[in-house]
């Protein structure tokens, strides 16, 4: 775990602001703009992160799971989301669920995701979601996290660990995310090409 000094540097994410409510309540207000490709969209935003994983750790795999309650969940084997200490002693996670990714969000030069649009990040995901669990397991301990509508509706709750490390995110969209029953291609070929490192499985629960 880092420095708690170390809470004043970012580089993805601003870990002094824990919820950034004009930014979720801007995404809410243009779901068109952060999501033009629906459902599909919202899948990528999140084994985007995945991809970033796999890609630091010389190759990963995730798995994305259609469940029979309209929710989605994408489990990777990557490091998990970074945590660290603040003055107060108190275990902080990187805010990635209710604020903007700095490197993507408003840049012109964002990364295109597979289907063609910006990436934007993950806070786009958890704004237009129902509701969002993120677990997180990193070598240093184990959390699960609620949110709705991307504000954070539970603290962070120790889980039991394990050897292994990972995130696994588990959303419902809301009826502004464009889930409106469009086909959601996932094609594990087609990422393969745009994300070489991650290997993806999908799979779909039976009714």
């Known amino acids: 775990m880092d420095n708690p000094t170390n809470l004043r540097h970012e580089t993805t994410h601003d870990w ?17 703009t952060f999501t033009p ?31 029979r309650d309209g929710s989605v969940s994408v489990c990777d084997d990557g490091r998990g989301t970074a945590t660290r200490v603040d003055d107060r002693g108190r275990v902080v996670k990187k805010p990635v ?19 063609g649009y910006p990436r934007r990040g993950i806070s786009v995901v958890a ?15 184990a959390w699960t996290q609620r949110y709705e509508h991307g504000v954070p509706v ?3 709750v120790p889980i039991p660990g394990s050897e292994e490390t990972g995130t696994t995110v588990h959303f419902r969209p809301d009826g502004n995310a464009g ?25 779909y629960e039976a009714d």
Request: hydrophobic share 45%.
């Open 127 to 141: 704004a237009l979601s129902e509701w969002l669990v993120h677990t997180n397991r990193r070598r240093n301990g």
């Open 37 to 67: 490709g629906g459902l599909q969209h919202l899948v990528l935003e999140v084994i985007a992160y995945a991809a970033d994983e796999a890609e630091a750790n010389n190759g990963g795999r995730c798995v994305v799971t259609f469940h």
């Open 16 to 32: 002094a602001i824990a919820v950034d409510g004009d930014h979720l309540a801007r995404i809410r207000r243009e779901p068109a």
């Open 154 to 156: 539970t603290d962070l």
């Open 179 to 203: 889930a409106d029953g469009a086909p959601v291609v996932i094609d594990p070929v087609h990422l393969a090409a745009a994300w070489g490192a991650l290997s993806v499985e999908v799979r």
């Open 97 to 115: 669920m209710s604020t903007k990714d700095l490197r993507f969000f408003d840049s012109p030069d964002a990364q295109l995701l597979p289907d």
